[in-house]
């Protein structure tokens, strides 16, 4: 008499990076001699050209090797795509500098041949710049993903879970795996006690393709590193990221205005500015000349001028004030002619945003039921450290291993275990990344710019000697 084993079946709402790198991974890591899970992965948009998935990010050594755990051989060798190789005279470091150009921080990044170098690094520091449209696309193959679906919330019965959708469809799994992202519906269902927190800064963020030209005045201030961070002495910072791999494939008759990189960039402010300079503009709203300091979201026009505005009234003149002025009137005011050949493939209008996190230890710890979160749906972090989508991946690895015991230890545990060092992890980082952000926030006046100025820089050093160690095998690499 055969004994007919009930294969679980994993429901996946959301295929953002995390979802789809779990996706991959169940399916290599624990269905590769036999099945043992069914997996369907569900996602609201209609398609995967539907919606922006734009910026640069940093893909740091957890995150390449998480990748390289989820993924199968054959994708595995054709990361390289939507993350290069460095090119000649690009350093994949971050460097930090005050509104003039003064040094505040350049970390000791090394300089790897490419991503699989960093994966055995003991470097803690390094990472590649990856293009995050790209890496999307890469995870998107062999998946079959079902587009259209917006899962609103779900039911949980003593057998399984219902997800729920918003066209009125219902679908039955054993268990329900939430990466939905930051506005997860999910989380606010099954734990409506973990905010979303804000932390009072605006940003507005673009995407953007400055010429060869404007490039290369721009790159000596940030020693030629593809990560640049410019923080003003009244608590406004701009961040950078880019590659130097020109968008146009026949350079050679081009000259350096005709030459063009990709770039993320953001310019962020204490919201507080907007409040004070709303209610002051209410009370004068009838007149004319206050007109132009309105910001309409809606416009992307008005939010450039708006960003120009602030830059002007919180940094004092100097050519690098200048030069940023120049990167923000790049911005492409609508969608781009000649799409096709836009580099970032879809249009993402600057609007102002409000940085944002969720910290999963900010809570007690939640009941342990069939449905689990995992990426931004449980511990969303600023950009600023650049560390999202690097715990997004390593959540993916994480539940993988936990699911290798299913037969052995059942799923409560499992998940239990999964839960438990996926709190502690990502909250870490939730929190390191929140600390900077409300520290940069802080109107410093000159003093107090001094004082940062020396704070980083002895951070820096700090940082050096401790690389210095670690190279030496005196220290040992820290485990990520
Ligand atoms: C400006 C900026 C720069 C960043 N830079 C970096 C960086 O350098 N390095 C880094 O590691 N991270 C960075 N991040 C963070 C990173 O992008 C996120 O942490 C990462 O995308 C999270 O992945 P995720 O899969 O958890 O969620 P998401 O990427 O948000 O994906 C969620 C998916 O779920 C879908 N979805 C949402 N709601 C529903 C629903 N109800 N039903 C069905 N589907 C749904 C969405 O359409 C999406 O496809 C940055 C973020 C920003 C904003």
Redesign the pocket.
């Known amino acids: 008499m055969s004994t007919i084993t009930k294969i679980p079946t994993i429901l996946i ?9 779990l996706y991959h991974s169940i399916q290599k890591n624990l269905n590769g001699s036999e099945l043992k899970f069914k997996v369907r992965i ?4 209609s398609g995967p050209a ?2 922006w ?1 734009g ?6 050594r957890c ?1 390449i090797t998480s990748l390289l755990y989820c993924l199968p051989s054959s994708l595995q060798s054709r990361l390289p795509e939507a993350m290069p190789d460095p090119v000649p005279g690009e350093h994949h470091g971050f460097t930090s500098i005050d509104d003039t150009g003064n040094l505040l921080m350049h970390p000791p990044f090394k300089q790897m041949k490419n991503l699989f170098e960093i994966s055995n690094s003991k470097n803690e520091y390094s ?1 590649v ?2 293009y ?1 449209n790209k890496l ?1 696309n890469l995870l998107l193959e062999d998946v079959n993903v079902e587009w259209n ?4 919330g779900y039911e949980e019965v003593d057998d399984g879970v219902w997800a729920i ?2 066209d009125g469809s219902r679908v039955f799994g054993d268990f329900l795996v939430a ?8 989380r606010k269902q099954k734990i409506p006690e973990l905010k979303v927190m804000d932390l009072g800064v605006t ?1 507005v ?1 673009v995407d953007i393709s400055p010429n060869k030209k404007l490039i290369d005045k721009w790159m000596p201030y940030f020693r030629n590193s593809l ?1 640049h961070e410019s923080l003003g002495p009244n608590g406004d910072t701009v ?1 950078v ?1 880019l590659r130097r791999i020109p968008v146009e494939s026949d350079i050679e008759n081009r000259s350096d205005d005709q030459i063009h990189y990709r770039m ?1 960039m ?1 310019y962020s402010y204490d919201t507080d500015l907007d409040i004070r300079e709303t209610e002051s503009k209410n009370f004068d709203l009838n007149n004319n000349n206050n007109v132009d300091l309105l910001v309409n979201d809606d416009d992307p026009n008005s939010v450039v001028r708006h960003v120009i505005e602030r830059i002007k009234k919180l940094r004092k003149p100097c050519e690098l004030r200048d030069l940023l002025i120049e990167l923000w009137e790049c911005v492409p005011l609508a969608t781009p002619e000649n799409y096709e050949k836009y580099p970032f493939n879809t249009y993402h209008a600057p609007r102002r ?1 409000q940085m944002r996190d969720i910290d999963p230890l900010s809570v007690e710890p939640w009941e342990t039921t069939r449905v689990i979160l ?4 449980v511990h ?4 600023i ?9 390593r ?1 993916a690895v994480l539940l993988t291993k936990k699911l290798e015991n299913f037969e052995k230890e059942g799923w409560k545990k499992c998940f239990e275990q999964y839960e438990q060092e996926m709190r502690i992890k990502s909250s870490k980082g939730v929190l390191a990344s929140r600390e900077v952000i409300l520290l940069e926030k802080v109107q410093k006046g000159y003093i107090g710019a001094i004082i940062r100025r020396l704070m980083y820089r002895m951070i820096d050093i700090k940082n050096y000697f401790v690389a210095f160690l670690t190279d030496y095998n005196i220290l040992s690499a820290p485990i990520d």
């Open positions: 709402i959301g295929a953002g990076p995390g979802g789809l790198a569900f996602e609201r948009e539907d919606r998935q910026y640069n990010i940093n893909i740091n995150g990472f710049v990856s995050r999307r679906k917006k899962c609103v959708f918003d990466s939905d992202g930051i506005n997860s519906p999910i940003y963020i990560i961040f990221v993320l953001y945003r995992l990426g931004d749906a969303a972090m600023t950009p450290l650049g560390l999202g989508a690097n715990h997004a991946l959540d």
